[in-house]
């Protein structure tokens, strides 16, 4: 049977590519996105590069509702989290926007993803963990230093993610 693979955020750009891949790799895919930070015409985009076409979920990684209907209609297999607002300066405005858009929906996905046993997660995280880089390209272990909300909550993302694989041992996170 195919794995079917949830990708939030998967009409944006980074997530469309990522969709292109999984859907090239004979992946299901299923993408869950408000359009906020996307075009609706990526669908068309993506029948046009590659084979297969993902099905569709228009909302909010914040409903809990929306969550619990679509883990319910297809057989998640794993999710490809990259849903959020993404724009640094904006985040220095708005920091409590930031945290409820970013933080709060990656826990309202993380809670869903238990309640329907779906264990397998890819976080798209942020090199702005790193906050100024001692060097580039920048290791994974180069020391930690956010400077702004939009890092600060990709780094509380992560942190909550280790805290989540040590509770629950069968699940599986990059």
Do not use: W
Request: negative net charge; glycine residues 8%.
């Amino acid at each position: 049977m195919t794995e079917t693979v949830l990708a939030t955020g998967g009409a944006g750009f980074i997530g469309s590519h990522v969709v292109a891949d999984l859907l090239a790799s004979g992946k299901r895919v299923v993408i869950l996105d408000d359009f906020s930070n996307a075009e609706h015409d990526v669908l068309r985009r993506l029948s046009v590069i590659g084979p297969g076409e993902p099905e569709l979920v228009e909302g909010d990684v914040c409903d809990d509702a929306v969550l619990d209907a679509l883990f319910t209609r297809y057989p998640i297999d794993a999710v490809v989290h990259l849903a959020g607002l993404k724009a640094v300066g904006e985040s220095v405005a708005e920091p409590l926007r930031y945290h409820t858009v970013n933080v709060g929906g990656a826990l309202s996905l993380f809670r869903a993803m238990l309640r329907h046993k779906v264990k397998k997660l890819v976080f798209s995280s942020s090199a702005t963990v790193y906050g100024v880089p001692e060097k580039n390209p920048i290791d994974e272990s180069a020391p930690l230093g956010v400077t702004n909300p939009y890092g600060r909550t990709k780094l509380i993302i992560e942190q909550i993610i280790d805290d989540l694989v040590a509770a629950e041992p069968d699940f599986a996170a990059i």
